[in-house]
């Protein structure tokens, strides 16, 4: 029964073969295109981690160099400063676990080398006392301002919202002499 059911196609292939003298193409090649696009799609993905494992051995900076002096103020209120800024603004960097993986760790080595070239609380005596007042006026307008901390800062650091009063007192001590 069966046999008779694949005779005619027997009889076709038998049929081409005969007139073009090729072998039919068209049909073993639609059955191999699925699994080369699938081994080149494993192959971009195995490149890529690849690059991905490469790129952890290239060196990024995370010291934190010794703390050589540090702002005079209350407690209370370096301790809002502490949890909000200074980990970009200090050389008491608490460095993230996602800064030890590449390419994030560019990202918020960058970013901490540079808050601290702006404003390091770390080496607040090597500023002069008109440069301490700029920079104690700017973090008061940066925060205000909602510029500081960076909008992507608090989500990683749960439980970091400025109440009230901590605005109050980060003004007073901004607003304040020295
Ligand atoms: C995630 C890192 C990070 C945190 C946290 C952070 N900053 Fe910054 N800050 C930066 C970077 C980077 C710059 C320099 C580039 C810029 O202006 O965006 C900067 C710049 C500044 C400047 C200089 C702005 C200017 O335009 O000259 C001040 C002032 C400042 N930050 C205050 C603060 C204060 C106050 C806090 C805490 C309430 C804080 N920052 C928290 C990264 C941070």
Redesign the pocket.
């Known amino acids: 029964m069966t046999i008779h059911a694949t005779k005619p196609l027997g009889i076709e292939f038998a049929a081409t073969w005969g007139t073009t003298k090729q072998y039919p193409t068209e049909a073993p090649c639609d059955n191999q295109e699925e699994p080369t696009m699938k081994k080149w799609l494993l192959g971009a993905v195995f490149l890529l981690l690849i690059a991905f494992v490469m790129i952890q051995f290239i060196p990024v900076d995370r010291t934190n160099p010794p703390v050589l002096s540090d702002i005079p103020t209350e407690p209370e209120v370096k301790a809002?400063?502490q949890a909000?800024?200074?980990?970009?603004?200090s050389h008491e960097t608490v460095w993230p676990w996602y800064s030890r993986i590449a390419p994030v760790s560019w990202r918020?080595a960058?970013?901490?080398h540079?808050?601290r070239?702006?404003?390091n609380f770390s080496m607040w005596d090597q500023y002069t006392t008109q440069e301490q007042v700029k920079?104690m006026r700017?973090?008061?307008?940066?925060?205000a301002a909602g510029?500081?901390?960076?909008w992507?800062?608090t989500p990683t650091?749960r439980g970091l919202h400025?109440s009230a009063e901590d605005r109050m007192m980060?003004r007073t001590w901004a607003d304040g002499p020295l």
């Open positions: 809002v400063l909000l800024c200074y980990d970009c603004h918020v960058k970013d901490v540079k808050g070239e702006e404003l920079k700017e973090s008061l307008k940066e925060v510029e500081m901390p960076p992507f800062y650091h400025l980060l």
